[in-house]
Structure formats: C-alpha cells, structure tokens
T-cell receptor, first 114, second 117 residues
Framework: AQSVTQLDSQVPVFEEAPVELRCNYSSSVSVYLFWYVQYPNQGLQLLLKYLSGSTLVKGINGFEAEFNKSQTSFHLRKPSVHISDTAEYFCAVSVNSGNTPLVFGKGTRLSVIA | GAVVSQHPSWVICKSGTSVKIECRSLDFQATTMFWYRQFPKQSLMLMATSNEGSKATYEQGVEKDKFLINHASLTLSTLTVTSAHPEDSSFYIC?????????????FGSGTRLTVV
C-alpha cells in the first residue's frame, strides 16, 4: 500500500519569502505524484503532477516540485509567496496502473504573513 | 478541461433524514468515481469507489447501508447519506480519474458541505 507523509502541518512564512512544503511517500510500486491546493470550503485544485521524465516539475501559480526517487520525496517550492497563496496543500500519490484512488497526506497549512 | 459538477455545494438537513449528493462528469466518461470525506482541518479519507454498472467498494469502517453509492451511468455517480446524524456532518468530495492510473489527472468535484442538525 502507498502512504504519504507531509512533515509540517503548518508553515507560516512572510510575503515574498520562499517556501518549501515537504512530502515523502512510501510505495513498493511505481507511482504518480501530485500536489493539490484547497481553499476554504472548496474542492481541490491541481498544482502540478509528476508522471515520468524530468524530475523538476513546474506547475501553476509559480509552484514547482522536484521528484527525488532515492529519498522518496516530492517537495513543493515557490521562490516568492503571496498573501493569496494562503491555503491548505495536499501531497498525493497514485499507483500508475489501473483506476486507483489518490492517497493523500495530512496536508500542510501555508499561512502567508504580510 | 474535464469537469465534475457536484451538487449541492452545501446542505443542512434534520437528523434522521436522507441526503443525496450528485457528481456528474460533464465532458468525459467517468467509469470510476472515488468518494472522499473530509473533516475540518483534516485530510481527505477515501470512503468508497464506485464503478459504472457494478456495486461500490467500501473502505474498512465505512457503513455500506448508511452511505449508499450508485453509479448508474458513465456520467453520474451519487452518494446518499441515509438516516443522517450530526456525526455525519462533513465535507464530501467526489473524484474521477482520467487515463490509466490517473495520468491524465484526477478531476474533483467542488465538494458538498453537509450539516446535520
């Protein structure tokens, strides 16, 4: 079975500062990796995903993530955050075959401080 | 892009009544739909998997008779919370994978906030 660990439940950061949200996964088979953002009382919006190929993935809103197979990590980064980035961020993994559900981490609350 | 329309977005119901939540795929065929539940400030927990034309598969600890799932067509999956109680109050989200393993993405509904009073 797959599992996802998001090491930080809350990350406060000042506006225009860089941020990294950490994600580690566990799986015995090949996986796809995803980062989603959730604003209050809303569904999930895909930020980016890693399927294969280049380990550096660029997503929307200036976010990027790097897949590191040896460290089983998929950390999310942004060089300069805005107030509007305040939200809950979820890392997720799926097995790359069949119709399998996403397995989510517990989420990281990013709070951007003016 | 692919869209899953989820309705209602919020609902308040009396204890003991039933509530139906619908998820429709608008521009693609959803052979599979995943149903998640999210408690405040917590992650999404998979409740069940529905496949068009067959019985849903429920995760351990999820009551089949309380959470009735129907996937009668390639574009519609429904979750009915029967005899709702305050502890069923939660945020419910559906998700449909596209492509093998979701390589084309997972499309999420916008969620339903259920409050049972």
């Amino acid at each position: 079975a797959q599992s996802v660990t998001q090491l930080d439940s809350q990350v406060p950061v000042f506006e225009e500062a860089p941020v990294e949200l950490r994600c580690n996964y566990s799986s015995s088979v090949s996986v796809y990796l995803f980062w989603y953002v959730q604003y209050p009382n809303q569904g999930l919006q895909l930020l980016l995903k890693y399927l294969s190929g280049s380990t550096l993935v660029k997503g929307i809103n200036g976010f990027e993530a790097e897949f590191n197979k040896s460290q089983t990590s998929f950390h999310l980064r942004k060089p300069s955050v805005h107030i509007s980035d305040t939200a809950e961020y979820f890392c997720a993994v799926s097995v790359n075959s069949g119709n399998t559900p996403l397995v989510f981490g517990k989420g990281t609350r990013l709070s951007v401080i003016a | 892009g692919a869209v899953v329309s989820q309705h209602p977005s919020w609902v308040i119901c009396k204890s003991g009544t039933s509530v139906k939540i619908e998820c429709r795929s608008l521009d693609f065929q959803a052979t599979t739909m995943f149903w998640y539940r999210q408690f405040p400030k917590q992650s999404l927990m998979l409740m069940a998997t529905s496949n068009e034309g067959s019985k849903a598969t429920y995760e351990q600890g999820v009551e089949k008779d309380k959470f009735l799932i129907n996937h009668a067509s390639l574009t519609l999956s429904t979750l009915t919370v029967t005899s709702a109680h305050p502890e069923d109050s939660s945020f419910y989200i559906c998700s449909a994978p596209r492509g093998e393993g979701g390589w084309l993405g997972y499309t999420f509904g916008s969620g339903t906030r259920l409050t049972v009073v």
